[in-house]
């Protein structure tokens, strides 16, 4: 980041003792809590025991994507990027990358695929290690893009696919800013120390470039500024930076905004772009290079775009690292859409207002706050990457309500035989706020209550009775959600009773057809003891019809019983079941309930007329013919033909109706009440045509004139 040489041994020093310190630092860390900062803000640590921090990204799901700086010796270095879930970072790493992290390197940026949900990619700036893929022999800046599998949370090393390669590198300077606009991925690349290749078109230091990611690789936009410019590389967007750490996106103008660290006398951020040239290493800040104020504004021909903010050292620090525009509603109405940002030096969080008109309107509103990697907007709060702590924390404004998580629970089995092992899970968690949240879990058994980070707890009951465990879900500030039960059974006979099926009708019938009768009966394998003697099962069913329940029998005290079954009134519908409802009673009043569904058979019928496709009706619905319907089998239905069809200037009558399973035997009438078989059948109303007789057509055969 180097502010200047003086700057730049500084930070040097600082990385080198928490190259030996750090882990010591991470783990006498305390636990996270609010704590109060300048003026109405807090912060909350949401994930802890993190290794330099350097970047962090929001997934679609809510969980974080953190990179870390890296740790090791110059190219022997390692640099991890993790997943934090409900604000535990899992292990192992999803991935582990081989980079050089001497003073500023390692890992230098990172940024998610806008369809990041559907293909898992996310894109890293890194240094290259001596392990890398492709090491060349000497580190590089690279570009690359990986692969997150979202069901496992890990990145196969061989689904990097290496972007932009070979570009030069140094320990300071690297730059790292990465955004994506509008199908664009912007990198900010700094000027490795070298200053002249700011202004050079034809280098790629000390620039903003604008690419098109694609399968193999990118493309460069025929948009860019420098397109065709010769010597120029058609990937540069804007130039004229020198450290150009983190960038932003502010959606209400639809621009990106990028911090750049300055030389010797200023810091600035500036609004970007195409093409147009910030200065280094002419100018910095309002000034020309080296120059504090007073000074002189840049002549009107000289082609550089002044900052939006800018601060002097002397004033407000000497680095800035980290800036997102608030994009909420949650803090009072003078935070709305302004830039927050953070200075590595002087350590604070500051607002600016680039809609001012004031390059100076800069408020620092949380003093001492700590070093600051990355700073996004994410659900109504700031989030940072506090690299030497190795945290993420939340900021938030502690003027505005805190809206509560709300939540269900549920659990994989809800009744069994002791002991039972449940296993719970709070489903649907939702916050408007937060993005970490405690589970308070209280099993209804006299056991000790447990609170976890995870949204999942196993419990095992060890004695019968029905019991009613609670969740009740907090936010990292400490709203509750509702408290939420889940009631369990657990009992102590040997075996639950089991629902058997008889069709009467028809012994092998597993599915039932209409007109059939079914015996329904409780069947134990084990014993009775426990069992209510008097009210030992009770029975209801239910008739399910295209989502319309209608309960036939409800509280019915009996070990067995039968069911007419009677669908005709759903003639229409093959979305027609049965369900058996079985409750066992024990002595002590609690109950066990198990169910089975009953569901019909069903056939495809077909309805023909021959000579000529013609309208038929179907249960009082006009058809054209050919069609095919399905029925419950046992159904009756109603077709009818009509007395008369025109066909080449005839009116052909009605002979009858038949059927393919019966094709000798026609009905002469043409209305017909037929009841569903219970194999395909075709129906053809024949209608007669120079007293031909043609035998029935096969159901899969096209109709023929003679």
Same mark, same amino acid.
């Given at each position: 980041? =180097? ?12 990385? /080198? ?214 010597? /120029? ?18 959606? %209400? ?60 050292? %002397? ?34 969080? /500051? ?13 620092? &509103? ?30 938030? =404004? ?37 993005? &970490? ?165 069903? &056939? ?26 399905? %029925? ?57 045509? =120079? ?16």
């Amino acid at each position: 980041m =180097h502010a200047t040489a003086y700057y730049g041994t500084h930070l040097k020093v600082a990385i /080198a003792i928490f190259s030996l310190f750090g882990a010591l630092l991470v783990a006498l860390s305390s636990p996270a809590q609010a704590s109060p900062l300048g003026g109405q803000f807090q912060a909350v640590e949401i994930v802890t025991g993190l290794t330099l921090p350097l970047d962090i990204e929001f997934l679609p799901s809510g969980e974080l994507l953190i990179a870390e700086k890296g740790t090791g010796k110059g190219p022997a270095g390692q640099s991890a990027i993790r997943l934090a879930r409900n604000g535990i970072v899992q292990e192992p790493p999803a991935i582990v990358l081989s980079t050089n992290v001497d003073v500023e390197s390692g890992i230098a940026g990172m940024v998610l695929d806008p369809a990041f949900e559907e293909n898992g990619y996310f894109y890293v700036w890194y240094a290259t290690g001596q392990e890398a893929r492709d090491w060349s022999g000497e580190t590089k800046l690279r570009l690359s893009r990986f692969t997150l599998a979202l069901s496992t949370g890990k990145v196969d090393p061989a689904s990097e696919l290496i972007m932009l390669d070979d570009v030069d590198w140094q320990d300071h300077h690297n730059g790292g800013g990465l955004v994506f606009d509008d199908g664009y991925l912007y990198l900010a690349i700094g000027e490795i120390g070298l200053y002249w290749p700011a202004q050079d078109v034809g280098d790629l230091h000390g620039k903003v470039i604008r690419i098109r990611p694609t399968a193999s690789g990118y493309d460069i936009p025929s948009s860019n500024p420098f397109v065709g410019t010769k010597d /120029a590389r058609g990937e540069v967007y804007s130039l004229g930076f020198r450290n150009p750490y983190r960038m932003t996106h502010r959606a %209400s103008e639809d621009m990106l905004y990028l911090g750049d660290v300055g030389g010797s006398e200023w810091e600035e951020v500036n609004r970007i772009a195409p093409g147009a040239n910030y200065g280094w290493p002419v100018r910095e800040g309002p000034c020309p290079w080296n120059t504090g104020a007073p000074c002189d504004p840049p002549s009107p021909d000289s082609g550089f775009t002044e900052p939006a903010l800018y601060y002097p050292y %002397s004033e407000l620090g000497a680095a800035i690292t980290a800036l997102a525009f608030y994009e909420g509603e949650s803090f009072p109405p003078e935070y709305h859409d302004k830039l927050f940002f953070t200075d590595l030096n002087s350590r604070y969080i /500051a607002v600016g207002d680039v809609d001012a008109g004031d390059p100076t309107a800069i408020e620092i &509103v949380v003093p001492n706050y700590g070093i600051v990697a990355d700073m996004k907007y994410h659900k109504e709060n700031l989030y940072t990457a506090n690299i030497y702590q190795g945290q993420v924390r939340m900021v938030y =404004h502690n003027g505005t309500p805190n809206q509560p998580p709300a939540a269900t629970l549920k659990a994989d089995v809800e009744a069994g035989m002791e002991p039972l092992t449940v296993t719970f899970s709070a489903e649907d968690v939702t916050d408007p706020n937060d993005v &970490v949240f405690d589970y308070h879990w209280d099993f209804g058994d006299g056991s000790t209550p447990v609170v976890t980070r995870t949204a999942t707890i196993t419990h095992t009951y060890t004695t019968s009775g029905t019991y009613t465990p609670t969740l009740t879900v907090y936010d990292v500030r400490g709203a509750q959600s509702p408290v939420l039960q889940q009631p369990i059974t657990v009992y102590r006979e040997t075996a639950l009773p089991e629902i058997v099926l008889d069709n009467l009708s028809r012994p092998d019938g597993a599915l039932y057809r209409n007109g059939e009768t079914i015996r329904y009966q409780a069947v134990r394998t084990g014993g009775v003891d426990g069992l209510d003697r008097e009210r030992p099962y009770t029975w209801s069913v239910e008739l399910h019809a295209d989502g319309e329940v209608i309960t036939l029998t409800e509280g019915h005290v009996a070990v067995s019983d039968t069911l007419d079954v009677d669908v005709s009134a759903f003639r229409e519908s093959t979305n027609v079941w049965y369900r058996f409802i079985l409750t066992m009673r024990a002595e002590d009043g609690y109950e066990v309930t198990i169910t089975r569904d009953l569901h019909p058979e069903v &056939v495809e019928l077909a309805v023909e007329t021959w000579p000529i496709s013609t309208t038929v009706t179907l249960n009082g619905s006009p058809r054209e013919t050919p069609f095919t319907f399905d %029925s419950i089998v046992g159904i009756t239905h109603t077709l009818a033909a009509a007395q008369q069809v025109p066909y080449r200037g005839l009116q052909l009558p009605f002979e009858g109706w038949y059927a393919s399973d019966h094709p000798s035997n026609p009905i002469t009438t043409r209305q017909w009440s037929l009841v569903a078989p219970h194999e395909e059948t075709t129906y053809q109303a024949r209608y007669i045509y =120079h007293q031909l007789s043609l035998p029935i057509i096969a159901r899969q055969s096209t109709m023929q004139e003679p």
